[in-house]
Structure formats: C-alpha cells, structure tokens
C-alpha cells in the first residue's frame, strides 16, 4: 500500500510527498485525539473510526504542487488498500494538527526536516460488515467534445 502511495504522479516528478505509517496504538491514539480537539468533537468520538492504522501524508510546501501531489499519493493509498481486501478513509484535519508545536516536534524527533503541511490520513482496517454500494453518480459531470 505504501509502496502505491510512493509511485503517485508529482508535479515534474518531483516526489516531495512522505508518507508516515503508524501502527502504535498509543500513538494512534494521541494523533486521534488531537484530531477530535481540532474537530470539535465530544470526548470520547474517534475520527478514526476505529482503525487500528493509519498512514499520514505531507507534502513540502517549497513544491509549487505539494498539494496535488499529496492528493494524488493519498488517492494512490486508497485504490491499493481496496484492492488489498481493506477499508480506508481519507481523514482530513491533518494540515491543522501538523501546525501545533507538539507535531512539529515529532516530525523533527522523525528527521523529517523542512515546511511539511498534513495533506491527509488514511486510516486502513478491514470493514465492519459488507462493502457498501457506491451512491449514484450525479448527471451532468461528463462533457466529450470530438
């Protein structure tokens, strides 16, 4: 699934966006909570839902495309756990929990070195229950010109 994430289309190929994979609980725990306080959510909620893992990505923002690159690792994440049998939700809040001083302290307590902003998370477990049917697509989103 990583290694998905890796080979996402950059902006002139530039491969600015690292992926973190976490699989400590108390560490996913903390990343969690920090996550509902930026939410607002009550004590208690988990904007993870549950997942045991996850996988954060960034982006330097010295790459004119951080953002898109980011987007498109994440994307890349997504389609790979799917087609490994497991769940995934790109979670956002992410940008904002990488601004606070604590986070920033991590990445460097990491090596990670320079002006990353959290493009995403992408939680992975493997769903409670059946895969649910995808809604209907919206009309109007297609336009072919020959």
């Not at 690292?18 to 306080?37: C, P, Q, V, Y």
């Not at 090596?111 to 493009?119: P, Q, T």
């Amino acid at each position: 699934i990583v290694e998905a994430g890796l080979y996402a289309a950059s902006g002139k190929n530039m491969q600015t966006p690292i992926i973190i994979a976490i699989t400590n609980k108390e560490l996913r725990d903390r990343l969690s909570e920090a996550n509902r306080l930026v939410g607002g959510w009550n004590e208690g909620f988990d904007p993870f839902y549950g997942a045991p893992d996850l996988l954060i990505v960034l982006a330097d923002k010295s790459s004119y495309n951080y953002l898109y690159d980011g987007s498109c690792t994440m994307q890349n994440l997504m389609n790979a756990a799917h087609a490994e049998g497991l769940g995934s939700c790109w979670i956002n809040r992410a940008r904002e929990e990488f601004e606070q001083p604590e986070w920033k302290e991590w990445l460097k307590s990491l090596g990670i070195e320079g002006d990353y902003e959290g493009i995403g998370h992408c939680i992975l477990g493997y769903p409670d229950g059946p895969e649910p049917a995808a809604p209907p697509r919206k009309p109007g989103r297609y336009f072919f010109v020959d």
